[in-house]
């Protein structure tokens, strides 16, 4: 079944305690990006990447990494996470990054106290 | 810089009834618009689309949405509600010059359907 998987779903952290959530998607897709998503302000793009090892910043960058090493594989790392980023975070997918089309992963709600 | 302004935060509809959800877009150069869906605790979904063919577009599970440049909007339609269709709702625009990796999402429109 052509899917993106988010793991963790769910994670209650700390502040400044290091947290990676995983994105992979078995499609073949070249291009993945991240979003978080807040109430009352829509989808806001974080990163994306238009291939591996091509990676560039979005609108939120702040306080996120990610990477590119395979083709499958787009993590999001948060190295000393922060309340303001609590939030639900998406990992979509596309065939290139003309076609329109993003395929999403189910979302990981992550929360820092 | 392109940018939707979605009108209603929230719709409520009785099951047969008529669905019209608001979409207005801003955009410099000719646009590429979406509708996307987000049912509870899954990720969002692509309804349909629009990318300069013909205006009236037609999607999954019998929504369409007409494009509609001297007004600036893409409406969200179905002639008739299912109680299937309670979802969140993204209407997303991406200016062709950026690129579809520049898309940018509306602040949603909430369904309620009703028996």
């Known amino acids: 079944e052509a899917q993106v998987t988010q793991n963790p779903r769910y994670l209650i952290t700390v502040t400044g305690k290091k947290l990676t959530v995983t994105c992979s998607q078995n499609?073949?897709?070249?291009?993945m990006s991240w979003y978080r998503q807040d109430p009352g302000l829509g989808l806001r793009q974080i990163y994306y990447s238009m291939n591996v090892e091509v990676t560039d910043k979005g609108d939120v960058p702040e306080g996120y990494k990610v990477s590119r090493k395979e083709k499958r594989n787009f993590p999001l790392i948060l190295e000393s996470p922060s309340p303001n980023q609590t939030s639900l975070y998406f990992c979509a997918s596309s065939l290139g990054w003309d076609t329109g089309e993003l395929f999403f992963g189910e979302g990981s709600r992550l929360t820092v106290l | 810089a392109q940018s939707v302004t979605q009108l209603d935060s929230h719709v409520s509809v009785s099951e047969g009834t008529p669905v019209l959800l608001r979409c207005n877009y801003s955009?410099?150069?000719?646009?590429?618009l979406f509708w996307y869906v987000q049912h509870p605790n899954k990720g969002l979904q692509l309804l349909l689309k629009?990318?300069?063919?013909?205006?009236l577009v037609k999607g999954i599970n019998g929504f369409e949405a007409e494009f509609k440049k001297s007004e600036t909007s893409f409406h969200l339609t179905k002639p008739s509600a299912h109680m299937s269709d309670a979802a969140e709702y993204f209407c997303?625009?991406?200016?062709?010059?950026?690129?579809?990796?520049?898309?940018?999402f509306g602040t949603g429109t909430r369904l309620l359907v009703s028996p």
């Open positions: 955009s410099s150069y000719s646009p590429s």
């Open positions: 629009y990318t300069s063919a013909a205006t």
């Open positions: 997303v625009v991406s200016d062709q010059n950026t690129g579809f990796q520049k898309l940018v």
């Open positions: 499609m073949n897709h070249e291009y």
